[in-house]
Protein backbone atom coordinates (compact mmCIF):
# COMPACT_ATOMS: atom_id res chain seq x y z
CA UNK A 1 0.00 0.00 0.00
CA UNK A 2 0.83 3.56 -0.75
CA UNK A 3 2.09 4.89 2.33
CA UNK A 4 1.44 9.21 3.15
CA UNK A 5 4.82 9.95 1.48
CA UNK A 6 4.21 8.57 -2.22
CA UNK A 7 0.62 9.21 -2.78
CA UNK A 8 -0.30 7.19 -5.78
CA UNK A 9 -2.93 6.73 -8.31
CA UNK A 10 -6.61 8.29 -8.60
CA UNK A 11 -8.10 7.35 -5.78
CA UNK A 12 -5.51 8.21 -3.58
CA UNK A 13 -5.53 6.80 0.39
CA UNK A 14 -3.26 6.52 3.14
CA UNK A 15 -3.35 3.72 6.04
CA UNK A 16 -5.92 2.11 3.65
CA UNK A 17 -8.28 4.98 3.80
CA UNK A 18 -9.54 7.18 0.45
CA UNK A 19 -7.99 11.02 1.32
CA UNK A 20 -11.38 12.20 0.05
CA UNK A 21 -13.34 10.38 2.47
CA UNK A 22 -10.94 11.64 5.18
CA UNK A 23 -11.72 15.37 4.28
CA UNK A 24 -15.08 14.32 3.90
CA UNK A 25 -15.34 13.39 7.45
CA UNK A 26 -13.02 16.40 9.25
CA UNK A 27 -12.86 19.06 6.88
CA UNK A 28 -10.06 20.98 5.41
CA UNK A 29 -7.33 21.96 6.19
CA UNK A 30 -6.75 18.53 7.33
CA UNK A 31 -3.03 16.69 8.34
CA UNK A 32 -3.13 12.81 8.06
CA UNK A 33 -0.61 10.65 9.96
CA UNK A 34 -0.34 7.40 8.84
CA UNK A 35 0.39 5.45 12.46
CA UNK A 36 2.14 2.56 10.20
CA UNK A 37 4.25 4.65 8.74
CA UNK A 38 5.69 6.68 11.73
CA UNK A 39 6.56 2.92 13.76
CA UNK A 40 7.78 1.11 10.45
CA UNK A 41 10.52 4.27 10.57
CA UNK A 42 11.07 3.72 14.15
CA UNK A 43 11.56 0.43 13.85
CA UNK A 44 13.86 1.15 11.11
CA UNK A 45 16.08 3.29 13.03
CA UNK A 46 15.98 1.04 16.26
CA UNK A 47 17.52 -1.87 13.84
CA UNK A 48 20.07 0.82 12.49
CA UNK A 49 21.26 1.35 16.01
CA UNK A 50 20.94 -1.40 17.76
CA UNK A 51 22.84 -1.27 20.94
CA UNK A 52 22.38 2.41 20.37
CA UNK A 53 19.62 4.96 21.52
CA UNK A 54 16.83 6.41 18.90
CA UNK A 55 15.51 9.92 20.67
CA UNK A 56 12.39 11.17 18.93
CA UNK A 57 12.78 15.19 18.42
CA UNK A 58 9.44 15.98 19.82
CA UNK A 59 9.37 19.43 18.19
CA UNK A 60 8.72 17.64 14.70
CA UNK A 61 5.34 16.23 15.67
CA UNK A 62 3.80 15.76 19.28
CA UNK A 63 0.62 14.69 20.49
CA UNK A 64 -0.46 12.10 23.36
CA UNK A 65 -0.73 9.44 20.63
CA UNK A 66 2.32 10.20 18.58
CA UNK A 67 4.04 10.01 22.35
CA UNK A 68 2.61 6.36 22.93
CA UNK A 69 3.64 5.23 19.34
CA UNK A 70 6.96 6.63 20.63
CA UNK A 71 6.95 4.86 23.65
CA UNK A 72 5.73 1.56 22.37
CA UNK A 73 8.26 1.25 19.43
CA UNK A 74 11.26 1.81 22.41
CA UNK A 75 12.31 4.95 21.28
CA UNK A 76 13.33 8.11 23.86
CA UNK A 77 12.10 11.51 23.72
CA UNK A 78 13.31 14.78 23.15
CA UNK A 79 11.09 17.94 24.24
CA UNK A 80 12.76 21.03 24.58
CA UNK A 81 9.68 22.98 26.58
CA UNK A 82 7.55 22.13 29.40
CA UNK A 83 4.78 22.37 27.20
CA UNK A 84 6.25 19.55 25.05
CA UNK A 85 7.59 17.58 28.06
CA UNK A 86 3.47 18.26 29.13
CA UNK A 87 1.97 16.13 26.41
CA UNK A 88 4.27 13.71 27.09
CA UNK A 89 3.74 13.22 30.59
CA UNK A 90 -0.63 12.86 29.49
CA UNK A 91 0.86 10.53 27.56
CA UNK A 92 2.60 8.25 30.13
CA UNK A 93 6.11 8.52 28.61
CA UNK A 94 8.29 6.70 30.82
CA UNK A 95 10.53 10.20 32.36
CA UNK A 96 13.73 7.65 32.05
CA UNK A 97 13.89 8.11 28.60
CA UNK A 98 12.77 11.91 28.26
CA UNK A 99 15.76 14.19 26.99
CA UNK A 100 15.53 17.47 27.47
CA UNK A 101 16.80 20.41 25.03
CA UNK A 102 17.04 23.75 24.16
CA UNK A 103 18.80 27.06 23.89
CA UNK A 104 17.18 28.97 26.56
CA UNK A 105 15.39 26.67 28.78
CA UNK A 106 13.12 29.18 31.03
CA UNK A 107 13.17 28.15 35.26
CA UNK A 108 9.32 26.63 34.39
CA UNK A 109 11.14 24.40 31.45
CA UNK A 110 13.84 23.48 34.13
CA UNK A 111 11.43 22.67 37.00
CA UNK A 112 8.74 20.84 35.27
CA UNK A 113 11.71 18.59 33.81
CA UNK A 114 13.11 17.84 37.46
CA UNK A 115 9.95 17.33 38.85
CA UNK A 116 8.76 14.64 36.08
CA UNK A 117 12.61 12.88 36.70
CA UNK A 118 13.54 13.51 32.84
CA UNK A 119 16.34 10.91 32.30
CA UNK A 120 18.60 13.88 30.84
CA UNK A 121 18.78 17.80 30.62
CA UNK A 122 21.21 18.45 27.81
CA UNK A 123 23.30 21.96 29.07
CA UNK A 124 23.51 24.71 26.55
CA UNK A 125 24.49 27.68 28.56
CA UNK A 126 26.43 28.51 31.83
CA UNK A 127 23.86 30.44 32.78
CA UNK A 128 21.58 27.21 32.74
CA UNK A 129 24.21 25.55 34.78
CA UNK A 130 23.78 28.37 37.73
CA UNK A 131 20.03 27.76 37.53
CA UNK A 132 19.30 24.16 37.53
CA UNK A 133 22.32 24.42 40.30
CA UNK A 134 19.96 26.72 42.12
CA UNK A 135 16.59 24.81 41.57
CA UNK A 136 17.99 22.75 44.45
CA UNK A 137 19.36 18.61 44.69
CA UNK A 138 16.57 16.11 44.03
CA UNK A 139 17.33 12.68 45.53
CA UNK A 140 19.13 11.32 43.04
CA UNK A 141 21.75 13.74 41.29
CA UNK A 142 20.67 15.38 37.46
CA UNK A 143 22.07 13.72 34.48
CA UNK A 144 23.15 15.95 32.28
CA UNK A 145 24.65 16.25 28.56
CA UNK A 146 26.84 18.72 27.74
CA UNK A 147 26.01 20.43 24.06
CA UNK A 148 29.01 21.00 22.27
CA UNK A 149 30.04 23.05 19.41
CA UNK A 150 31.59 20.54 16.64
CA UNK A 151 32.47 23.31 13.98
CA UNK A 152 30.90 21.59 11.42
CA UNK A 153 28.11 23.33 8.56
CA UNK A 154 25.60 21.05 7.81
CA UNK A 155 25.38 22.57 4.43
CA UNK A 156 21.17 23.24 4.53
CA UNK A 157 19.79 26.02 4.89
CA UNK A 158 21.48 28.69 7.14
CA UNK A 159 18.36 28.35 9.61
CA UNK A 160 18.73 24.96 10.47
CA UNK A 161 22.51 25.31 10.74
CA UNK A 162 23.39 24.60 13.75
CA UNK A 163 27.05 23.00 14.42
CA UNK A 164 29.24 25.82 13.23
CA UNK A 165 31.13 28.65 15.62
CA UNK A 166 29.31 31.96 16.38
CA UNK A 167 25.26 30.72 16.48
CA UNK A 168 23.27 30.49 19.69
CA UNK A 169 23.53 26.46 20.27
CA UNK A 170 25.97 24.94 22.20
CA UNK A 171 29.54 25.56 23.94
CA UNK A 172 32.52 26.03 21.51
CA UNK A 173 34.92 23.31 21.91
CA UNK A 174 37.34 25.67 19.76
CA UNK A 175 37.36 28.60 22.44
CA UNK A 176 37.65 26.60 25.13
CA UNK A 177 34.39 26.87 26.59
CA UNK A 178 32.95 23.68 26.39
CA UNK A 179 36.15 22.51 28.45
CA UNK A 180 34.86 24.78 30.56
CA UNK A 181 31.47 24.04 30.86
CA UNK A 182 32.46 20.29 31.58
CA UNK A 183 34.56 21.56 34.12
CA UNK A 184 32.11 23.09 35.32
CA UNK A 185 29.49 20.26 36.06
CA UNK A 186 31.82 17.53 36.69
CA UNK A 187 32.41 17.24 40.20
CA UNK A 188 29.31 19.38 41.29
CA UNK A 189 26.84 17.62 44.14
CA UNK A 190 23.43 17.12 42.60
CA UNK A 191 24.75 16.74 38.63
CA UNK A 192 26.31 13.73 36.85
CA UNK A 193 27.63 14.87 33.61
CA UNK A 194 26.71 11.35 31.17
CA UNK A 195 27.78 12.37 27.94
CA UNK A 196 28.73 15.08 25.05
CA UNK A 197 26.17 16.34 22.64
CA UNK A 198 26.34 17.75 19.25
CA UNK A 199 23.19 18.87 16.62
CA UNK A 200 24.62 20.11 13.13
CA UNK A 201 21.19 20.86 11.99
CA UNK A 202 18.73 19.74 9.94
CA UNK A 203 17.51 18.05 6.41
CA UNK A 204 21.32 17.29 6.00
CA UNK A 205 22.07 14.80 2.90
CA UNK A 206 25.96 14.45 3.72
CA UNK A 207 26.67 11.42 6.37
CA UNK A 208 30.01 12.56 5.93
CA UNK A 209 29.45 15.75 7.80
CA UNK A 210 27.61 13.49 10.69
CA UNK A 211 30.74 11.60 11.02
CA UNK A 212 33.26 14.85 11.15
CA UNK A 213 31.06 16.20 14.08
CA UNK A 214 31.23 13.08 15.91
CA UNK A 215 35.23 12.27 15.26
CA UNK A 216 35.44 16.21 16.50
CA UNK A 217 33.50 15.16 19.88
CA UNK A 218 35.08 12.08 20.37
CA UNK A 219 38.53 14.00 20.45
CA UNK A 220 36.98 16.60 23.24
CA UNK A 221 36.00 13.03 25.31
CA UNK A 222 39.42 11.98 25.05
CA UNK A 223 40.65 15.82 26.18
CA UNK A 224 38.13 15.28 29.15
CA UNK A 225 39.67 11.34 29.81
CA UNK A 226 43.52 13.28 30.61
CA UNK A 227 42.38 16.05 32.06
CA UNK A 228 39.71 15.15 34.26
CA UNK A 229 39.89 11.52 34.50
CA UNK A 230 36.45 10.94 33.61
CA UNK A 231 35.35 8.77 30.94
CA UNK A 232 31.85 9.66 29.52
CA UNK A 233 29.36 6.99 28.77
CA UNK A 234 27.15 8.49 26.20
CA UNK A 235 27.57 10.90 23.19
CA UNK A 236 24.89 11.97 21.39
CA UNK A 237 25.03 13.57 17.64
CA UNK A 238 21.94 14.78 17.47
CA UNK A 239 19.33 14.25 14.24
CA UNK A 240 18.47 16.00 10.92
CA UNK A 241 18.89 13.10 8.62
CA UNK A 242 17.23 14.30 5.27
CA UNK A 243 14.18 13.04 4.00
CA UNK A 244 12.91 13.77 0.42
CA UNK A 245 10.25 16.41 -0.57
CA UNK A 246 10.70 16.15 -3.72
CA UNK A 247 10.83 13.43 -6.02
CA UNK A 248 14.95 13.17 -6.46
CA UNK A 249 15.97 14.93 -3.21
CA UNK A 250 18.37 12.86 -1.55
CA UNK A 251 17.59 11.15 1.78
CA UNK A 252 19.40 9.49 4.56
CA UNK A 253 18.87 5.74 4.85
CA UNK A 254 19.00 5.24 8.94
CA UNK A 255 20.82 1.80 8.24
CA UNK A 256 23.72 3.59 6.04
CA UNK A 257 23.58 6.62 9.06
CA UNK A 258 23.68 3.87 11.53
CA UNK A 259 26.32 1.96 10.12
CA UNK A 260 29.05 4.87 9.12
CA UNK A 261 28.82 6.58 12.12
CA UNK A 262 29.00 3.80 14.26
CA UNK A 263 31.95 2.72 12.48
CA UNK A 264 33.29 6.40 12.73
CA UNK A 265 32.88 6.59 16.41
CA UNK A 266 34.56 2.88 17.07
CA UNK A 267 37.42 4.05 14.82
CA UNK A 268 38.13 7.56 16.61
CA UNK A 269 37.66 5.78 19.83
CA UNK A 270 39.84 3.25 19.35
CA UNK A 271 42.89 5.71 18.15
CA UNK A 272 42.40 7.51 21.50
CA UNK A 273 41.56 4.30 23.73
CA UNK A 274 38.15 4.99 24.51
CA UNK A 275 36.06 2.99 25.43
CA UNK A 276 33.35 2.73 22.92
CA UNK A 277 30.33 5.34 24.19
CA UNK A 278 26.53 4.75 23.96
CA UNK A 279 25.56 6.58 20.64
CA UNK A 280 22.29 8.61 20.79
CA UNK A 281 20.52 9.80 17.37
CA UNK A 282 17.88 12.15 17.61
CA UNK A 283 15.67 11.99 14.06
CA UNK A 284 12.99 14.40 14.54
CA UNK A 285 11.61 14.64 10.58
CA UNK A 286 13.20 11.19 9.26
CA UNK A 287 10.58 9.88 11.82
CA UNK A 288 7.53 11.53 10.91
CA UNK A 289 7.68 13.64 7.86
CA UNK A 290 6.34 11.26 5.15
CA UNK A 291 3.99 9.48 7.64
CA UNK A 292 1.87 12.99 6.96
CA UNK A 293 -0.20 14.63 4.09
CA UNK A 294 -2.31 17.68 4.10
CA UNK A 295 -5.40 17.71 2.46
CA UNK A 296 -6.49 21.34 1.66
CA UNK A 297 -9.70 22.26 -0.87
CA UNK A 298 -9.46 25.20 -3.78
CA UNK A 299 -10.99 28.13 -3.59
CA UNK A 300 -9.81 29.52 -6.81
CA UNK A 301 -8.03 29.53 -9.89
CA UNK A 302 -6.19 32.71 -11.23
CA UNK A 303 -4.33 33.61 -13.78
CA UNK A 304 -1.24 36.44 -13.75
CA UNK A 305 -0.24 38.66 -16.58
CA UNK A 306 2.36 36.36 -17.51
CA UNK A 307 0.54 33.23 -17.50
CA UNK A 308 1.75 32.01 -13.91
CA UNK A 309 -1.34 29.75 -12.84
CA UNK A 310 -1.91 30.02 -9.37
CA UNK A 311 -4.23 27.92 -7.51
CA UNK A 312 -5.92 29.14 -3.69
CA UNK A 313 -6.27 26.83 -1.27
CA UNK A 314 -7.97 27.16 2.36
CA UNK A 315 -4.79 26.67 4.07
CA UNK A 316 -1.79 28.35 3.88
CA UNK A 317 1.35 29.25 5.72
CA UNK A 318 -0.31 29.12 9.11
CA UNK A 319 -0.25 25.44 8.17
CA UNK A 320 3.03 25.43 6.57
CA UNK A 321 5.14 27.77 6.91
CA UNK A 322 8.02 26.50 6.01
CA UNK A 323 8.06 27.72 2.19
CA UNK A 324 8.12 31.13 3.63
CA UNK A 325 11.06 30.22 6.15
CA UNK A 326 13.24 28.36 4.27
CA UNK A 327 12.17 28.53 0.27
CA UNK A 328 10.68 24.84 0.70
CA UNK A 329 8.94 23.51 -1.71
CA UNK A 330 6.23 20.82 -1.85
CA UNK A 331 4.87 18.27 -5.01
CA UNK A 332 1.01 18.23 -4.98
CA UNK A 333 -1.56 15.58 -5.82
CA UNK A 334 -5.35 16.36 -7.02
CA UNK A 335 -7.34 13.97 -4.68
CA UNK A 336 -10.79 11.87 -5.52
CA UNK A 337 -11.33 12.04 -8.96
CA UNK A 338 -9.59 11.46 -12.56
CA UNK A 339 -8.06 14.27 -13.83
CA UNK A 340 -9.30 15.13 -17.30
CA UNK A 341 -6.66 17.35 -18.58
CA UNK A 342 -2.47 17.30 -18.60
CA UNK A 343 -0.50 19.17 -15.73
CA UNK A 344 0.89 22.36 -16.00
CA UNK A 345 3.67 24.14 -13.73
CA UNK A 346 1.27 25.40 -10.90
CA UNK A 347 1.34 27.80 -8.06
CA UNK A 348 -0.33 26.79 -5.29
CA UNK A 349 -0.74 29.67 -2.83
CA UNK A 350 -2.19 30.05 0.33
CA UNK A 351 -5.28 32.49 1.93
CA UNK A 352 -3.18 34.62 3.91
CA UNK A 353 -2.35 37.93 3.49
CA UNK A 354 0.88 37.92 2.09
CA UNK A 355 2.93 37.47 -1.35
CA UNK A 356 4.74 34.83 0.57
CA UNK A 357 2.18 32.80 1.44
CA UNK A 358 2.74 29.81 -1.26
CA UNK A 359 2.86 26.15 -0.57
CA UNK A 360 4.38 25.30 -3.70
CA UNK A 361 6.36 26.44 -6.63
CA UNK A 362 5.66 25.56 -10.07
CA UNK A 363 3.86 21.91 -8.88
CA UNK A 364 2.86 19.85 -11.94
CA UNK A 365 -1.41 19.71 -11.41
CA UNK A 366 -3.64 19.03 -14.28
CA UNK A 367 -4.91 22.20 -16.24
CA UNK A 368 -8.76 20.78 -14.93
CA UNK A 369 -8.16 21.71 -11.31
CA UNK A 370 -10.99 24.12 -10.48
CA UNK A 371 -12.53 25.28 -7.24
CA UNK A 372 -14.06 22.32 -4.95
CA UNK A 373 -11.15 19.90 -5.94
CA UNK A 374 -9.25 18.46 -2.97
CA UNK A 375 -5.74 18.62 -2.84
CA UNK A 376 -3.22 16.60 -1.33
CA UNK A 377 0.71 17.95 -0.38
CA UNK A 378 2.59 15.16 1.37
CA UNK A 379 5.55 14.81 3.43
CA UNK A 380 4.22 16.90 6.22
CA UNK A 381 4.03 15.17 9.10
CA UNK A 382 7.49 17.09 10.51
CA UNK A 383 7.41 21.04 11.31
CA UNK A 384 3.75 21.56 9.95
CA UNK A 385 1.36 21.49 12.82
CA UNK A 386 4.22 21.91 15.23
CA UNK A 387 4.66 24.73 13.54
CA UNK A 388 1.70 25.79 12.88
CA UNK A 389 0.24 29.20 14.10
CA UNK A 390 -3.05 31.47 14.26
CA UNK A 391 -1.98 33.88 11.84
CA UNK A 392 -4.90 36.01 10.58
CA UNK A 393 -6.67 33.84 13.55
CA UNK A 394 -7.22 31.38 11.10
CA UNK A 395 -7.88 27.93 13.20
CA UNK A 396 -5.20 25.42 13.25
CA UNK A 397 -6.49 22.11 11.50
CA UNK A 398 -6.76 18.86 13.08
CA UNK A 399 -4.99 16.19 13.25
CA UNK A 400 -6.28 12.22 12.24
CA UNK A 401 -4.25 9.27 12.88
CA UNK A 402 -4.96 6.29 10.31
CA UNK A 403 -4.12 2.89 11.35
CA UNK A 404 -5.49 -0.59 9.72
CA UNK A 405 -8.13 1.40 7.30
CA UNK A 406 -9.28 3.25 10.46
CA UNK A 407 -9.11 7.00 10.85
CA UNK A 408 -8.98 8.60 14.63
CA UNK A 409 -9.43 12.39 15.70
CA UNK A 410 -5.97 13.03 17.62
CA UNK A 411 -6.31 16.95 17.60
CA UNK A 412 -9.43 18.63 17.19
CA UNK A 413 -9.40 21.46 14.52
CA UNK A 414 -9.88 24.91 16.64
CA UNK A 415 -12.66 26.85 17.14
CA UNK A 416 -13.84 30.42 17.22
CA UNK A 417 -14.15 29.77 20.88
CA UNK A 418 -11.07 28.35 21.33
CA UNK A 419 -9.38 31.82 19.42
CA UNK A 420 -11.67 33.97 21.76
CA UNK A 421 -10.49 31.93 25.08
CA UNK A 422 -7.13 33.57 25.91
CA UNK A 423 -8.67 37.13 24.65
CA UNK A 424 -9.28 38.46 28.45
CA UNK A 425 -9.05 42.24 28.06
N1 LIG B 1 17.94 17.38 17.96
C1 LIG B 1 18.00 18.70 18.18
C2 LIG B 1 18.79 19.20 19.31
C3 LIG B 1 17.33 19.58 17.34
O1 LIG B 1 17.39 20.88 17.55
C4 LIG B 1 16.56 19.07 16.26
C5 LIG B 1 15.86 19.96 15.37
C6 LIG B 1 16.52 17.68 16.09
C7 LIG B 1 17.22 16.87 16.95
C8 LIG B 1 15.73 17.03 14.99
O2 LIG B 1 16.10 17.43 13.71
P1 LIG B 1 15.47 16.67 12.45
O3 LIG B 1 15.94 15.25 12.51
O4 LIG B 1 13.99 16.74 12.58
O5 LIG B 1 15.96 17.45 11.29
N2 LIG B 1 11.74 23.63 11.72
C9 LIG B 1 12.73 23.23 10.74
C10 LIG B 1 13.81 22.40 11.27
C11 LIG B 1 14.45 22.92 12.52
C12 LIG B 1 14.74 21.78 13.43
C13 LIG B 1 15.18 22.23 14.75
N3 LIG B 1 15.82 21.24 15.52
C14 LIG B 1 12.04 22.65 9.53
O6 LIG B 1 10.84 22.82 9.38
O7 LIG B 1 12.68 22.08 8.66
Known amino acids: PATAHDLDGDDISV ?59 GLSLDVCSAGELAVARAAGFPAKRIVMHGNAKTPEDLRAAMDYGVGRIVVDSTAEISRLAALGRRAAPQRLLIRVIPGV ?27 EAVRRVIGQRGFEPVGLHCHIGSQITSIELFERAAVRVVDLMATIRDEHGVTLPQLDLGGGFAVPYLSGDAEISPAAVGERLMAAVRSACASYRLPVPQVTVEPGRAISARAGVTVYRVLGVKRGLSGRVFVTVDGGMSDNPRPSLYGANYTVRLV ?39 LAVPCTGAYHHSMSSNYNLVRRPPVVGVAGGNGRLLIRRETESDLLRRDVG
Open 15 to 73: GGIPLARLADRYGTPLHVVDETDVRQRCRAFKAAFAGGEVVYAGKAFLCRAMARWIAEE
Open 153 to 179: DGGSHPAMTTGTEDQKFGFSIASGAAA
Open 336 to 374: GRRATAAERATTVVGRHCEAGDVIARDALLPADVRPGDL
